[in-house]
């Protein structure tokens, strides 16, 4: 059945994209409204171009990419194309271009058998409500009291937990107290860039948690290496480190000797020659405080013996 030119257009688009764009954002668009997608499109435009489509389409255009170019990775996000999903290409910064995806987002009211992406809390507060829908709250479970003609909430209730669908009563009492505790948007689900498909957790990784891990990683291998023998970058220098400690240990424990032993040698026979400079100091400072100190006592107590040989006279 031949293609109507629809569709040999959008083959022809998917396919110039894959070509020109080296990152691909696959996302999932469920409950996003055109409205909230054009504005999407309207902030990545000049970084990157979103593409949405039937599943179907989209992996006929693959696998046929594919059979004139086998083993291009763009093969591994097939497995991913799945549910209501679209692509977003971009040329551009990774971390800057996922911010962009995910900042725009739109709240959204609580509806009847969606599944919630969050908990669900009510604070406590006097609701609008007047007295007569009172058992309306108790099939809620939720504890209430009458103030200046009003229900009034007691206390902060756990209204929905994240991943239950909202019922009837649930979705009634939110709507009534004008609360929209969910927010929509992409959410990306699989990243393919340069030949390379990954989580997009792997983009919340900073410099500083690469070289933490590298480091932990590096720990690891030297102690690896260091236990079973085996000498790498990674763990000569604790090696030589042991070695030197053994010839040390040697030459204290025998009368063989080398110039680097011979420190050790002499803080083991005089450590009191080894005296902190510091604490010397502080015990030198405080010995001539306490002969300054004497002696203005000294002085003091002559000068008032002088007087008082003063005042018998008279």
């Given at each position: ?177 004008d609360i929209k505790p969910f927010e929509y948007g992409l959410e990306i689900t699989q990243v393919y860039d340069d030949g390379e498909c990954f989580d997009p957790a ?113």
């Amino acid at each position: 059945m031949p293609l109507s030119e629809k569709k040999r257009q959008y083959n022809a688009r998917l396919l110039s994209l894959i070509q020109e764009y080296r990152t691909i954002f696959m996302v999932a668009a469920d409950n996003v409204g055109s409205k909230q997608m054009q504005q999407i499109r309207m902030a990545l435009r000049g970084q990157g171009e979103v593409l949405m489509g039937k599943n179907t389409t989209i992996r006929k255009v693959l696998k046929d990419f594919l059979q004139e170019n086998a083993g291009h990775p763009i093969e591994n996000l097939i497995p991913f194309i799945q549910g209501n999903v679209g692509f977003v290409f971009s040329n551009g910064d990774l971390a800057s271009t996922k911010e962009i995806i995910l900042s725009n987002r739109v709240p959204a009211p609580a509806r009847v058998g969606s599944v919630a992406p969050c908990d669900v809390y009510v604070e406590p507060g006097p609701t609008g409500c007047d007295p007569g829908q009172t058992s309306w709250f108790q099939a809620l479970n939720i504890p209430t009291k009458i103030n200046r003609g009003q229900i009034e909430m007691i206390s902060r209730v756990h209204l929905v937990a994240e991943g239950e669908k909202v019922g009837n009563s649930e979705a009634a009492l939110l709507q009534k107290l004008d609360i929209k505790p969910f927010e929509y948007g992409l959410e990306i689900t699989q990243v393919y860039d340069d030949g390379e498909c990954f989580d997009p957790a792997v983009l919340d990784l900073t410099e500083d948690d690469i070289m933490s891990r590298l480091m932990s990683a590096a720990g690891f291998m030297s102690a690896l290496c260091l236990e079973i023998g085996y000498p790498t970058k990674a763990s000569l220098v604790h090696t030589l480190n042991n070695a030197y400690k053994a010839c040390i240990a040697i030459a204290l424990e025998s009368d063989y000797t080398f110039d680097r032993a011979t420190a050790f040698a002499d803080f083991i026979a005089n450590p009191g020659n080894f005296a902190p400079v510091a604490a010397a100091g502080d015990a030198a400072g405080e010995a001539a405080a306490a002969v300054e100190e004497e002696s203005e006592e000294e002085s003091a107590g002559g000068a008032g013996g002088l007087f008082d040989d003063d005042d018998d006279d008279w």
